[in-house]
């Protein structure tokens, strides 16, 4: 059995449908990419797994290792496994970032039961995990992505997963705003990551970054929909051909733009 | 996120609402000359005390209650008020074993433990329960240290001379409405002494508890530190919870001499009424401290209770090289209102001030922060920096920033920075993507928000504070 199933899920902001009819089976252990156009509905089907709220699912239905998720909050679909690294990591001011991590991390150890780990053995254990995307023990103290660069606070949300240990990680272009090292470094410690329990489904636009995570499937969404999917060898063809040998010919949408332009 | 999450999280009951059963000497309401006689005469106080009250109470009746802060209430009878409660016994212990056991009762569930054996903490404590100090703590273990620290009736009858030089040197009885009041009613509080060159070896309290129904409870603070001391000072506060208003109308007074430190912290939480604004506490407290040569005074507040709070702890640098500082959380929730801020007067040369304030406003909160710095002539290269943070949570509450600039002196450099934010619903989606609950991500946003100002606190009031703010939000998210 899958560990993710999406079935046919529609959700719209307002009464604006975004996704129109998504279905993806990810097995346990499995690298899925998604790519497609700027505003195919990536990020909206990222939020939509993860339970933000400003999006209404309308259809439906969404299974992790078969229990059902859209009525989930989103604290307890963390609890239950989930990780989205966010596209636009979120900035809070006067909040430690280790501080942050423990308290995420010992709110769903109390969910599963398990003992908050103290102050001590989480730091042990956090100062192992950041080797993993050498990230700075400065970085540790300084409020959760405050005066970060783009970059760190895409490693940082990698350091995260590697503490919260998911068995689903969404990576939400977790590439985009990386240098050639950088992104090295980040594909390095989500390689170190893969394991037969933890699925990814890696969000991107740039087929460089499945050079490094090789993914088992790769979807193309459009227009809130998976329109073609196959092995690793489509990526490569999409970067060759571009969008419109898909039949696709929004210019603006073009995938080589990058989504850090939106902002 | 929507505005009905962020009522469910700030509304949670006060803990502190209770009341207790405790027989008490209350004067009928009312005040005039002879209410004033008969209170000074209770109290056993010289002559020129007296005089003082009678004095402050003239002028008071010369003066009009203040309209310009940004808050609105329905007039205060104050002719509806009792002057004085006291909770039946002889009014000073030396002993708690004589202080009515429910008494004590009260203080333990509010987390003060009177009986110092179980004190872990190096703190003193002095308790005032209405209108009177009824238990001060380790006091030979500070006397040892030449440091007074008691109730301020003690000070009227043991250090007379000392009283008599301070009162009124830095909130003379004729500084504003509710000062005058004060000063012709005030009915107990804390007096501190601290030594030439004495660093007071513990943390000094002052723990306030209103009781008694309709009662105002005016208590004064004269803390003086002598050539280069330095003492920290702790005021907590709560009120039971009852639906009328309450006037809560204190005047406290710092004298920092050369090279002394005075570090006053304050963690408010009377009863802020109910959701619909029924009852709470009126706080209408002057505080002011007076900074000589290399003297520093530094207020930190955290402000979560009352109906209404005015109050702009003030300090004047009168001393070269004198240093004031002023840290403030102010949080309003459902019908509360704030007016609050600091002045910061530069007389020395080479003066320097630092003014954080951040505000917090959620459910139909009304927060100000009014400041004012001011630069004499005399005062060559005074510098200010002022920060006024505010945050919202929610669509039906208000921040307001009135900065007030003065500047007579051209060499004075004055820095301000302002910023208004809402809790965003990306922070807490963040949050709680990470596992983290809605209500738990609200109060780790706001804590992280005053965390420059927590920093200031003593340890355990700090951990006291954020405990606070995290219940004052309970059922106010959004
Ligand atoms: N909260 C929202 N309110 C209104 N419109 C939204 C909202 N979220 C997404 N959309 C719209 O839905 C569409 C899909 O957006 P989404 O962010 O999912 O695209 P994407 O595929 O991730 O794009 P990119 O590659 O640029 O990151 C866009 O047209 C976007 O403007
Ligand atoms: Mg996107």
Known sequence: MALLSVRNLHARVGDKDILKGIDLEVGAGEVHAIMGPNGSGKSTLASVLAGRDAYEVTQGEVLLDGKPLLELAPEARAAEGVFLAFQYPVEIPGVGNLHFLRTALNAQRRVKGLEELDAMDFLQMAKEKSKLVQLDAAFMNRSVNEGFSGGEKKRNEIFQMAVLEPRLAILDETDSGLDIDALRTVAGGVNGLRSPQRSMVVITHYQRLLDYIVPDKVHVMAGGRIIRSGGRELALELEEKGYGWLGLQDGKAAATKGGEARR | ?478
């Open chain 2, 1 to 478: 996120m929507t505005t009905d999450t962020l009522q469910e999280l700030t509304r949670r009951p006060y803990a502190a609402g209770f009341v207790s059963a405790v027989e008490a000497d209350t004067f009928p309401p009312g005040l005039n000359e002879d209410v004033i006689r008969a209170l000074s005469e209770k109290k056993g106080e010289p002559p020129f005390l007296l005089e003082w009250r009678l004095k402050s109470y003239r002028h008071w009746l010369t003066l009009r209650e203040p309209t310009w802060q940004a808050v609105t209430y329905k007039p205060i009878d104050y002719q509806a008020i009792s002057y004085y409660s006291a909770p039946r016994f002889k009014p000073k212990k030396d002993s708690l074993d004589e202080v009515d056991p429910e008494i004590l009762r009260t203080y333990e569930k509010l987390g003060i433990p009177l009986v110092e054996q179980q004190r872990l903490q190096n703190v003193a404590v002095d308790a005032v329960f209405d209108s009177v100090s009824v238990a001060t703590t380790f006091k030979d273990k500070l006397a040892k240290a030449g440091v007074i620290f008691c109730s301020f009736s003690e000070a009227v009858r043991e250090h007379p001379e000392l009283l008599r030089k301070y009162l009124g040197s830095v909130v003379p009885h004729s500084d504003n409405f509710f000062a005058a009041l004060n000063s012709a009613v005030f009915s107990d509080g804390s007096f501190v002494y601290i030594p030439k060159g004495v660093r007071c070896p513990m943390e000094l309290s002052t723990y306030f508890r209103i009781n008694a129904a309709e009662t105002g409870q005016f208590e004064r603070t004269l803390i003086v530190a002598d050539e280069g001391s330095y003492v920290s000072y702790l005021e907590g506060c709560t009120a039971p919870q009852r639906d009328t208003n309450q006037l809560h109308a204190a005047v406290v007074e710092l004298v920092a001499l050369k090279g002394a430190t005075i570090k006053y912290s304050t963690v408010q939480n009377w009863y802020p009424g109910d959701a619909e604004g029924k009852g709470g506490i009126y706080n209408f407290v002057t505080k002011r401290g007076i900074a000589h040569e290399r003297a520093k005074i530094s207020w930190t507040q955290v402000e979560t209770g009352s109906a209404i709070t005015w109050k702009y702890p003030s300090v004047i640098l009168k001393g070269d090289d004198s240093v004031g500082e002023f840290y403030s959380v102010a949080l309003t929730n459902n019908l509360q209102q704030a007016d609050t801020g600091t002045k910061m007067v530069h007389l020395g040369k080479n003066t320097r001030s630092t003014i954080v304030s951040k505000g917090i406003s959620a459910g139909r909160g009304q927060n100000t922060y009014r400041g004012l710095v001011k630069v004499l002539k005399s005062a060559e290269n005074a510098r200010n920096y002022t920060q006024c943070d505010s945050l919202l949570l929610g669509d039906k509450c208000g921040a307001h920033t009135v900065p007030y600039i003065e500047v007579k002196n051209a060499s004075a450099q004055v820095e301000h920075e302002a910023s208004t934010s809402k809790i965003g619903e990306d922070q807490l989606f963040y949050c709680r993507q990470r596992g983290i609950s809605q209500e738990d991500a609200v109060s780790m946003i706001v804590n992280g928000f005053c965390r420059q100002v927590f920093k200031e606190l003593p340890m355990e009031f700090a951990v006291e504070a954020q405990k606070l703010l995290g219940v004052s939000l309970e059922g106010s998210v959004g």
